[in-house]
């Protein structure tokens, strides 16, 4: 008796029966032919018969089930053949031909005719055992053995002995349903118990029906191997096809796996694409304003503010567009080798959208940095001028105040002559007085308009003094003797007076001008200074050296203008003239010349000391540019033989890409390992900038410069570590040689002729010629979608090795999906959610609840979803 089923399914098997040649199990024929230690007197044991007789009955009812039909008993219910084709035809999925209905026998004999030359036509041999028939019947012993190795006190070692204690077949149902069976509280001394235990759950929970009796097996010597073997492939059966729904679930699993892990990570990218983009657009604005502050001490804490963004705001970001460059390219790469399309981002999240924003951040932040700079030395050079200004503006002041009043005065309308000539040569005093102070107020009015060229915030107020002392200053200069209209006459006055009078004159005459000189002398010794450099400080101090070398002279003239005074007071005193009061001629004594002069010598040393000390803080800051030089000259060059060595190693890929990788780590550690020299020469940078130091003719390598490189530097190392991790990815999952990755390598750097790991479509097209692709347009149009899905001119080597593995390798396939989910449907064109909570994990089932589809085609149950159209838009081929 044979199975057709095994011709089809691997080990299913019936038991042995009569001479009617239907019915049974897994191609199995005479066992008794091939056993050495067969009972053959079984085959005359009554109740043997009636086992096997059982057992096949219960075999043929499991199945004839299916077609709303059972069978009593075997002689009788086959012997017209009908039962027997359908039957077969519930085993095998197919139709035979059309029965005869007739009641002669000649009809009977034809319908089972037609039972057996279809299975003939199967490959089945109705008699003897072969090869295929003791590879199944080993191919089930094996299945059984992996299945219950875990088991405690059980050893299936063949179809009888080894199912005696019914712990076998607990064990079998334990671990594929464990949640039916409590096999901890079985008991290998109670065989009746755990074989009714077997047999009932496996009849209620498993569809298998009862074929055997718990007493059949355990009062039998040697329970019967054919009936054993029957009953044991209908929990192959039942489990097999629990295990085909096990693979595709397991496929449909590890395909959504894949697809949520790439949602995740797109997930991520459009969040730290947001983030980022977020995050430059709103300090690009702090950065492009230009407000300018009143003070120094304001634009100095906008310096430290922007320190802070350098060092603490910025570096962050950094890592962040660094990170979202790899995880992008790693997703590409992932979406690549698992036959998925490619990730677009969201609209202005393209990483040349970042790319393009991180641009303008940086020049904004250049441009901050160097309007800080230059706002700090504008205010610098604002706070000197606008106290000069104030310090002339009061001196001047001071001179003028009554100087108008005076003038004015119509006192000579009513004069005696010698009153008149006093009158006159008091103002011919006075308008050498006037010409000292000319410098002084063309001096005034030059700083009030440099104040105003450098848009000094209190210009208004400058403007209006400087206007007041220049109107004052008009109204001066005007009103001298010529307006009085008469001559000096002869009148009687003593000589002695007539010589005093002259004294006092020329004394007038002299005093106002060198008064005015020391009233200079002592504003530029006090007058603030701005230097940057080592050559002004110089400059300064020849300067003063200058001034110093003319003070013997002035003391001259000094002494000289008081002689004059001696002189006339030595005639008042030799003639007895008692002189009725001081100068009428000049308000400036002997005692204010001394006291003036007194003060500039006070002065000179302590102008002295403020240039030395400035000499010295100059030489200090002169240490700090070459200190900073010296180290900029070394991290500057380190940082670019770095970045041409990475790009050496990532196109001359000596060694396997492990070597390489290993290589670049190591990199990767060497230039963390460096930062503290970056870190040295940020703090140089911190003191170049508090000294307010500006320039530095010892190096050409700017801070800005310094740290650029730098970030340029962690973010091709990290990005050529990530390319090599993907070019590893690719290999492995495609099974790329080593051979065939150097190939690749070499003819893609044969036509990267620049060296920058990427190429223009141009040079892309010859590479893919020289590969051995014949290109229309429409051909390398689609090949550049594929390499380039951004569109962004380029395709990098990643792009090109990931294409070339595509199109040679196989890869899972929309179609693929779709018959595991066939599967866990049941042959349906459609899912239920209740099917897809039951096959799949909670998560992975709700994810698919929740793209899936609505299905639309006649054959719709309500809450039918569509997997076909799900599946096909895993791979892109249509949208969720």
């Not at 039951?838 to 006649?858: H, K, N, S």
Request: charged share 30%; with cysteine; net charge negative.
């Amino acid at each position: 008796m044979v199975d057709y089923h095994a011709a089809n399914q691997s080990y299913q098997y019936g038991p042995s029966s009569g001479s009617n040649g239907a019915g049974g199990g897994g191609s199995m024929g005479d066992y008794m032919a091939q056993e050495d230690d067969w009972d053959r007197d079984l085959l005359l044991d009554p109740a043997w018969e009636k086992q096997q007789r059982k057992t096949f009955t219960a075999w043929c009812n499991s199945h004839l089930r299916k077609a709303g039909t059972q069978i009593e008993n075997i002689d009788e219910d086959f012997r017209d053949g009908l039962k027997l084709m359908l039957l077969l035809e519930v085993i095998s999925g197919e139709r035979l031909p059309k029965p005869e209905r007739g009641k002669m026998r000649v009809h009977k004999i034809n319908n089972v005719n037609k039972a057996l030359d279809f299975i003939a036509s199967k490959g089945v041999k109705l008699v003897s055992i072969g090869a295929e028939e003791t590879s199944a019947k080993e191919g089930l012993l094996l299945w059984c053995q992996r299945k219950t190795a875990p088991y405690k006190n059980v050893n299936v070692q063949n179809f009888h002995i080894s199912w005696k204690d019914g712990l076998a077949f607990n064990a079998l149902i334990h671990r594929h349903r464990p949640e039916l069976i409590e096999y901890d509280k079985l008991r290998k001394d109670d065989p009746v118990t755990n074989l009714n235990n077997a047999f009932e759950v496996a009849e209620k929970y498993l569809d298998i029906p009862k074929m055997l009796d718990a007493e059949d097996i355990v009062n039998t010597a040697r329970p019967d191997e054919k009936a054993i073997m029957t009953y044991v492939s209908s929990f192959y059966h039942a489990f097999s096809g629990a295990q085909k729904a096990e693979t595709a679930a397991n496929r449909i699993c590890k395909v959504l796996a894949v697809n949520q892990e790439n949602e995740h990570l797109m997930e991520d990218y459009e969040r730290l694409a947001s983030d980022l983009l977020e995050w430059i657009r709103r300090t690009i604005p702090w950065l492009e304003d230009r407000v300018p502050q009143k003070t120094i001490q304001e634009m100095q804490q906008k310096l430290e503010d922007f320190r802070d963004y350098r060092r603490v705001h910025k570096p962050p970001k950094v890592q962040e567009k660094c990170q979202l460059e790899i995880n992008f390219n790693t997703l590409q790469t992932k979406l690549r080798l698992s036959n998925r399309p490619a990730f677009m981002p969201s609209e202005g999240k393209m990483v040349s959208d970042i790319n393009n924003g991180w641009q303008h951040l940086e020049q904004a932040e250049k441009g901050y940095e160097e309007w800080l700079l230059n706002e700090i030395r504008r205010l610098e050079r604002l706070d000197h001028l606008a106290e000069k200004f104030r310090q002339k503006a009061s001196i001047h002041e001071a001179w003028t105040d009554g100087k108008e009043a005076m003038l004015k005065q119509r006192d000579y309308e009513t004069a005696t002559l010698s009153d008149i000539k006093a009158l006159i040569r008091k103002h011919e005093a006075f308008e050498s007085d006037l010409a000292a102070h000319q410098d002084r107020v063309e001096q005034i009015a030059a700083i009030a308009q440099e104040l105003n060229e450098l848009d000094y915030y209190d210009s208004h107020n400058v403007n209006t003094r400087c206007q007041k002392i220049c109107d004052q200053w008009d109204a001066l200069v005007p009103r001298c003797p010529q307006g009085w209209g008469f001559g000096r006459g002869d009148g009687k006055t003593e000589k002695q007076l007539e010589t005093i009078d002259q004294l006092h004159l020329e004394y007038a005459k002299r005093a106002a001008p060198f008064n005015n000189w020391m009233e200079s002398a002592m504003e530029d010794l006090q007058d603030m200074f701005i230097v940057h450099t080592i050559e002004e400080i110089e400059g300064l101090i020849s300067a003063h050296d200058q001034f110093k070398s003319t003070l013997p002279d002035a003391d001259r003239e000094r002494e000289a203008i008081l002689a004059i005074h001696k002189e006339a007071q030595r005639i008042a005193e030799s003639n007895h003239i008692k002189l009725s009061g001081s100068n009428p001629y000049t308000t400036v004594t002997p005692q204010i010349i001394n006291s003036k002069w007194e003060k500039v010598q006070q002065l000179v040393p302590k102008r002295d000391h403020a240039l030395l000390e400035e000499q010295s803080k100059q030489q200090s800051n002169e240490h700090l540019r070459r200190q900073f030089a010296s180290q900029a000259n070394i991290v500057g060059p380190w940082i670019q033989t770095k970045m041409e060595e990475i790009g050496r190693i990532s196109i001359e890929m000596n060694g396997t890409l492990e070597d390489q990788l290993s290589h670049l780590k190591q990199y990767e550690r060497s230039i963390v390992d460096y930062k503290p020299n970056l870190d040295l020469l940020e703090q140089q940078h911190q003191l170049i900038q508090e000294a307010l130091i500006f320039d530095n003719k010892h190096t050409n390598y700017t801070m800005e410069h310094i740290r650029v490189g730098w970030e340029q530097l962690l973010t091709t190392i990290a990005r050529t570590i990530n390319e090599v991790e993907n070019q590893i990815l690719t290999r492995d999952a495609k099974g790329i040689s080593q051979e065939q990755m150097q190939e690749f390598r070499a003819s893609f750097n044969h036509f990267d002729k620049k060296q920058t790991g990427s190429m223009d479509s141009d040079d892309f097209r010859a590479l893919l010629i020289s590969t051995g692709y014949s290109l229309g347009d429409a051909e390398f149009n689609r090949i550049m979608s594929v390499v380039d899905p951004n569109h962004s001119g380029l395709v990098t080597f990643q792009a090109f090795i990931d294409f070339m593995s595509r199109e040679t390798t196989d890869t899972d396939t929309a179609d693929q999906v779709i018959a595991s989910f066939k599967v866990l449907a049941g042959d349906k064109n459609f899912i239920t959610a209740e099917e897809l909570r039951r096959e799949l994990p909670p998560d992975q089932a709700e994810y698919c609840i929740a793209r899936m589809a609505p299905y639309q085609g006649p054959d719709a149950v309500p809450g039918a979803l569509d997997y076909k159209s799900f599946s096909t838009a895993l791979y892109g081929e249509s949208d969720l």
